[in-house]
């Protein structure tokens, strides 16, 4: 199992969320994706949500297929909310299986997430 932290401070406010997770990735030439999700009924919706961003930006650089469950999801009261753990979602999945993730952007001066529709890429500047 794996797990991805996402925390941000933002103008004095917190972003949190942490995904355990396990991803199966079987290299074919058919693309197809499962989803199994055994956390808090509360954020189903929204790692659901993730995963299926995910696969849009994952079948552009690759195919085959992918198994992906949901152990946990750990989240504060304050700080977590859908949106926050649908992004950490799909940045946990990117970075596991070593896609880009030039796709997503977390502005913190605009307080934004950014999803990039899955044809084009953002240019990112760190």
Not at 35 to 54: N, V
Request: hydrophobic share 35%.
């Amino acid at each position: 199992m794996q797990n991805y932290v996402f925390k941000q401070q933002v103008q004095g406010r917190g972003c949190y969320a942490i995904i355990g997770f396990d991803i199966i990735y079987e290299e074919c030439s058919e693309n197809t994706i499962e989803f199994t999700y055994k956390g808090d009924p509360k954020w189903e919706g929204a790692c659901k949500a993730g995963a299926l961003i995910f696969y849009d930006y994952f079948t552009k650089e690759k195919s085959g297929r992918i198994n992906i469950v949901i152990h946990h999801v750990d989240w504060l009261p304050v700080d977590s909310n859908n949106l926050i753990v649908m992004y950490a979602c799909v940045k946990a999945f990117l970075d596991s299986q070593s896609v880009e993730s030039n796709y997503l952007d977390f502005n913190k001066s605009d307080e934004c997430f950014v999803f990039a529709e899955p044809r084009k890429r953002l240019k990112v500047e760190n």
